[in-house]
């Protein structure tokens, strides 16, 4: 099967930009029956409103990240709406990327995203495409000393499923090094800005 180079680069752009801003969390396999009920769960998330955080702890950001993987995998309006409302409005992803193909040379190149761009680019990724799996391993959490930031380093790996133009299908794997920075804002747990070095392998469904 052939695919047009042209058409891989935005839409793996899309991929990798929007699922690097909530690729946060815990290794997890949901079934399709827990997931509903988890997804409510994603809206319960203390938003100041008699529930407001104080502090960050461990647990809390936990909880966040693991929300955040459950919204990635649901998809659709639960991750629009997870990172409207979770991700700071003057946050930042730089990704540092290394794009891999079938019979072509490794390209690299700097991507830089902003919230309105990554809302964007979410929501054209999950038009034309899905998570399939997502794996997260947490490496460090530094919470600041006031409890209002932190900084936490992780890596995941994706796998999607991609619909280019001309219904040409591809398998893409993600493996991404972030440090991201988590803030509390009016009670609101926040991603800001993040630094990611990412790897992604194409390959065409036969």
């Not at 042209?6 to 690097?20: A, D, E, H, M, N």
């Not at 309006?77 to 490794?106: G, S, W």
């Not at 398998?171 to 009016?186: A, E, P, V």
């Amino acid at each position: 099967m052939s695919y047009n180079n042209l058409f891989l680069k935005p839409y793996t752009r899309f991929l990798v930009i929007g699922l690097s801003a909530i690729s946060l969390g815990y290794n997890m396999s949901a079934k399709a029956g827990d997931e509903i009920e988890q997804v409510v769960e994603i809206k319960d998330l203390p938003s100041g409103k008699g529930q407001t955080i104080e502090k960050l702890t461990q647990d809390l950001i936990k909880d966040f990240y693991k929300k955040a993987e459950l919204a990635s995998l649901e998809g659709g309006k639960t991750i629009l709406k997870f990172l409207d409302k979770h991700t700071a409005e003057d946050a930042k992803t730089k990704l540092h990327m290394r794009t891999v193909m079938p019979n072509k040379p490794p390209e690299k190149s700097v991507v830089i995203s902003d919230k309105t761009t990554m809302l964007a680019d979410t929501k054209s990724a999950y038009e034309r495409g899905s998570v399939d799996n997502m794996k997260t391993e947490v490496i460090s959490v530094n919470i600041s000393d006031d409890g209002k930031s932190a900084s936490v380093v992780e890596r995941t790996v994706s796998d999607y499923s991609l619909t280019l133009p001309e219904d040409q299908k591809v398998k893409i794997r993600s493996d991404q090094s972030c440090d991201t920075s988590i803030i509390l804002n009016d009670g609101i747990i926040q991603s800001g800005n993040s630094e990611c070095d990412v790897e992604v392998n194409i390959e065409p469904v036969k």
